[in-house]
């Protein structure tokens, strides 16, 4: 079945340290991959999205390329800070079948100290 | 514009109580999940709506766990009898269908704790 693999944490880097965070799927046909972002007691919100193979997913200085030669949508920033401190989600949703189900990977806690 | 809006954000209760979680999805969208999060076993869809009727509940755990969703803007997720191991944040999520383009949006969950 349909699985998301993410790099497991926590990571810890200092403010404006570059961070990557892995991700990588399995799926059968071309689905949409996602982040999401959970702060501290809340739900989760969309981070940024692509749909289809070499789509760049771009927001808040975060960004992540889809993949698909090497099923992988990584995450990135160039320069984190105190406020990403969060835990990040990469998930997949199959686009056929009319499917709404999202498959997410176990979350990778960051934490950015001053 | 409101969020999804979960109700209550804690719950804490002795095993073997009912327990009812509720949701309101965000007006307009007509697709609803039920998420239950565990350090354990991450983020697991329960079961998800699409315009009111129950699509896919594999993910409930067993029968001890039912959800309704009797009109567009209310869900209710009910565990009875709980047991300590239903212990965790369950999150709503609601999103409008058509088009890949539209993501869920999170209630801020409940953080249920069976003693």
């Known amino acids: 079945g349909d699985s998301v693999t993410q790099m497991e944490g926590p990571v810890t880097l200092s403010e404006e340290a570059f961070l990557t965070i892995n991700c990588t799927y399995t799926?059968?046909?071309?689905?949409?991959l996602f982040w999401y972002v959970q702060y501290p007691g809340e739900g989760l919100q969309l981070l940024l999205k692509?749909?289809?193979?070499?789509d760049k997913g771009s927001n808040k200085g975060f960004e992540a390329t889809y993949r698909k030669e090497t099923t992988s949508f990584h995450l990135e920033k160039g320069s984190v800070q105190v406020s990403d401190s969060a835990v990040y989600f990469c998930?997949?949703?199959?686009?056929?079948?009319?499917?709404?189900?999202?498959?997410f990977g176990k979350g990778t806690k960051l934490t950015v100290n001053p | 514009d409101a969020g999804v809006i979960q109700s209550p954000r804690h719950e804490v209760t002795e095993m073997g109580q009912e327990v009812t979680l509720r949701c309101k999805p965000i007006?307009?969208?007509?697709?609803l999940f039920w998420y239950r999060q565990t350090m354990m076993r991450g983020l697991e869809l329960l079961i998800y709506?699409?315009?009111?009727?129950?699509?896919?509940d594999s993910g409930m755990p067993e029968d001890r766990f039912s959800a309704k969703m009797p009109n567009a803007s209310f869900s209710t997720l009910k565990i009875q009898p709980s047991e300590p191991r239903d212990s965790a944040v369950y999150f709503c999520?609601?999103?409008?269908?058509?088009?890949?383009?539209?993501?869920?949006?999170f209630g801020d969950g409940t953080r249920l704790s069976i003693l």
């Open positions: 007006s307009g969208h007509n697709s």
């Open positions: 709506f699409n315009n009111n009727v129950p699509i896919d």
């Open positions: 799926a059968t046909g071309y689905p949409s």
């Open positions: 999520a609601s999103r409008k269908t058509g088009g890949v383009n539209q993501p869920q949006h």
């Open positions: 998930a997949l949703r199959r686009t056929q079948g009319g499917s709404e189900k999202l498959v």
């Open positions: 692509a749909t289809k193979a070499d």
